[in-house]
């Protein structure tokens, strides 16, 4: 194949003399990125030349080298090397970054010789250490290989490797300081190619790097594009294939959620391999500290009185509940507890405090700040961080977040209904501020019926309210579909009373929503309604089935004499499922495929990564009520 290639090549004109290309045979123990590395190219110009490479790299093979596009010209390199301290006394109104421009070094290198800048504030009268360093001036070739290179406008990681054909991996190498998130004017490491190398980024389209063992046709589920679309934008395809870490352009328009798969359950029981001990943290907001654990009735009375402490208690037993049932399988688990305090400057404590680079995961913490500054600070490290109960702001690469998006929910409900082959009708009732839901919905239902509440004749403001004679002639003998969009409470209550006394003889109606939020739970909801109409809407959890045998039902019933809340449930679901995730393969990006769905108590998990992130839960349920009990609707 090589020397078919090589004659073609030069029938081709094409001039393989050393001045272009070089040959190198292949040693004992070398890789394909230990010689893209050697020759200052990348693995996919070497199996560009070389596509025997790919099946067949073993020692005494001659491959094809083309020369680097990198420049490696001398240039004069500064390093520093610390010599002492200078002691300052922090006036008022000072900074840490003003400090840092007055004595030209970095904040970080200040908080570095002042450990408990780390976890708390500057303060006036502060006598703080600021390092001092001797500069050097030497002659360099090598580390020529790079360039400094300012973030543009809209550029992240994703669009940055892809112009220097690089892969995020190296990028983040290149640029262990790297921030989770680039901001313009950031300084960082590039490949050093001439300008015309580079790879021109547009607006309209985005970046996706390819994740480890991802074909053609997980990407088709995941972007909508055919293997010929993906070669059409991006030619190199054809050529080297598709590679874990390369960085391909996309649509703007393509969406990682597109396909919502349909994926049978995974029994992780049955695949267990892997016995180290895992080593777990958990973070949430005990805030112990406000507790007297001496007096036994003030602990009662606080923990009645704390929703928040009563959830964060009923989680930990879930949690404690999962550790022995993973125990009885062969899994054993390392588990610190750490306190939040639902404070910023606690959790920067804990991190400083404490080395978490060997552990395989950590849950929590349950404030959105709080686990910001856990997820970041643990990303170079790449320790897994569980969003448990809470949507992070940033998912970023080491981010499992559990909860599902809400437009994965709302997509989950309106393909359930669009498979419902036996509706005659969709009618959708909405109120005024949920006009736009209203319109999205006539868009996927084009002969959908379209009501609207009734507006203040005086004020002009939604009166949440529609007439009876709204209704009329609207349902016919059969199955009509009715969305209700509301967050009124009292607009959601009429309606459902009008919609139950329209049920009559063969006339069907089947109540369903994108969203359930309190205005469905209300006092005037009635249940008795809500079961005739068979009130259908998409949930993260399901409730169990307490007629149906269930150990963990049963042993949490012994132990504390009633039914487990919804917490307790996803405590044992989550840390349950995280314990056979890892003992199924090395670490938990491994064992988080998205064709892997688990079930448990309550909750189901099948993580997909983010186009430009982390990972996200798409297992959703669509449940009902029946005979005034919520089951999984088939």
């Known amino acids: 194949m090589k020397k078919l290639l090589i004659v073609i090549l030069i029938a081709l004109g094409l001039n393989l003399s050393a001045q272009n290309y070089i040959e190198h045979k292949i040693k004992k123990g070398e890789t394909i990125e230990s010689v893209a590395k050697k020759y200052l190219v990348t693995p996919f110009d070497i199996f560009a030349l070389n596509p025997d490479a790919k099946s067949d790299f073993k020692p005494n093979t001659i491959l094809i080298i083309p020369n680097s596009k990198i420049k490696n010209e001398p240039i004069n390199e500064e390093s520093k090397e610390l010599i002492g301290y200078k002691t300052h006394k922090v006036k008022r109104k000072e900074t840490l970054y003003g400090l840092s421009k007055k004595y030209g070094i970095s904040e970080d290198e200040i908080k570095k010789a002042n450990r408990f800048l780390y976890s708390e504030n500057l303060k006036k009268g502060d006598k703080i250490r600021i390092p001092r360093y001797k500069t050097f001036i030497s002659k360099v070739s090598l580390k020529n290989t790079v360039k400094k290179y300012k973030v543009q406008p809209k550029e992240g990681k994703w669009r940055i490797a892809y112009k220097f054909g690089i892969t995020v991996e190296e990028l983040e ?3 262990p300081n790297m921030k989770p998130i680039l901001q313009p004017g950031d300084e960082l490491n590039v490949p050093n190619i001439e300008d015309k190398d580079e790879k021109l980024v547009e607006d309209q389209y985005n970046y996706y790097e390819v994740l480890p063992k991802e074909g053609f046709y997980r990407l088709k589920i995941k972007t909508g594009l055919t293997q010929e679309e993906l070669e059409d934008l991006n030619p190199e395809l054809k050529e080297s294939g598709l590679k874990a870490g390369m960085v391909l352009k996309i649509p703007a328009s393509a969406d990682a959620t597109s396909g ?27 805030r112990l500290h406000r507790i007297d654990v001496d007096s036994v009735e003030e602990a009662k009375e606080e923990i009645k009185n704390d929703k928040l402490l009563s959830a964060v208690l009923d989680f930990h037993v879930g949690v404690r509940m999962a550790l022995d049932s993973a125990k009885q399988l062969g899994i054993s688990t390392d588990l610190k507890v750490f306190d939040t305090e639902r404070q910023p400057s606690t959790v920067s404590k804990i991190l400083s405090d404490n080395d978490f680079s060997d552990y395989d995961a950590v849950i929590g913490p349950m ?5 910001d500054r856990v997820a970041s600070g643990l990303k170079r490290d790449r320790v897994p961080v569980i969003a448990a109960l809470n949507k992070p702001k940033e998912v970023y690469a080491n981010v499992f977040q559990t909860l599902p998006e809400d437009k994965l929910l709302q997509k989950a409900m309106i393909d359930f209904v669009k498979a419902d082959s036996l509706k005659s009708k969709v009618v959708i009732i909405t109120d005024q501020t949920h006009k736009a839901k209203s319109e999205m919905l006539k868009k996927e239902f084009a002969t959908a019926s379209q009501i609207y509440s009734q507006k203040d004749k005086k004020t002009g403001k939604d009166a949440h309210f529609i ?18 969009e509301t967050n009124n409470g009292a607009f959601a209550s009429s309606v459902i009373s009008m919609l139950n006394a329209y049920i009559v003889d063969s006339t069907e109606i089947v109540l369903v929503t994108l969203d359930r939020n309190k205005a469905f739970e209300g ?3 009635d249940n008795n309604n809500l079961s005739n109409l068979k009130f259908h809407y998409p949930s993260v959890h399901k409730d169990f089935d307490e007629h149906k045998s269930n150990s963990f039902v049963k042993a949490y019933k012994k132990e504390f004499g009633v039914s487990p809340s919804k917490y307790v449930a996803r405590g044992f679901d989550i840390t349950l499922d995280i314990l056979l995730r890892l003992a199924t393969e090395d670490n938990l990006y491994e064992a988080s495929k998205d064709i892997i769905e688990t079930e448990y108590i309550q909750n189901k998990f099948r993580y997909n990564k983010s186009l430009f992130g982390g ?13 005034l009990r919520i089951v999984e609707a088939n």
């Open 367 to 371: 404030e959105e700040l709080c686990f």
């Open 615 to 627: 990972y996200v839960n798409e297992a959703v349920y669509i449940v009902k009520f029946n005979n």
């Open 523 to 525: 006092k005037d909801i």
């Open 173 to 175: 190498a290149l640029n």
């Open 260 to 286: 919502l798969l349909d994926v049978e359950t995974t029994n992780l029981e049955s695949k267990i391999k892997n016995f180290k001990v895992k080593k777990l943290a958990l973070m949430l907001p005990y």
């Open 467 to 484: 007439y009876p004679v709204q209704l009329e002639n609207v349902f016919k003998p059969g199955k009509t579909i009715v969305f209700l």
